[in-house]
């Protein structure tokens, strides 16, 4: 896995250390928003940043992958499951 953990060891605590995952989280965290707003929803109720970081280092690319991430449910996965893995999959090929 190539996340580290900072000092106090919450979720919110994991650090991308590869520049990849970055940058793909950067554009989860942008879709994620997009949705959100659409919806009139505060983006941590779309997904949790624990949840992007996740899908961010295991670049989920079908959705029984994206089904097998923390956070994400079955009504998650219907509702934003393509979506994401499109976002995946379109910055893999880039």
């Known amino acids: 896995m190539r996340a580290a953990k900072t000092g106090r060891g ?6 991308l250390e590869d ?12 879709l ?14 779309v997904f949790h940043d624990k949840t992007l970081t996740e899908i961010a280092i295991k670049k ?3 959705m029984d992958e994206f089904a097998s991430i923390g956070g994400v449910g079955n009504s998650k996965l219907e509702k934003y ?6 976002a995946v999959k379109n910055w893999s090929q880039n």
Do not use: H, M
């Not at 520049?19 to 942008?30: P, Q």
């Not at 994620?32 to 109720?45: F, G, K």
């Not at 499951?81 to 499109?86: E, I, L, P, S, T």
């Open 81 to 86: 499951g393509r979506c994401f893995v499109d």
């Open 10 to 15: 919450g979720a919110q605590d994991i650090v």
């Open 60 to 62: 989920p690319s079908t």
């Open 32 to 45: 994620r928003l997009s949705i959100a707003r659409e919806q009139n929803l505060p983006p941590y109720v």
């Open 19 to 30: 520049e990849a995952d970055r940058e793909l989280f950067a554009i989860l965290k942008d």
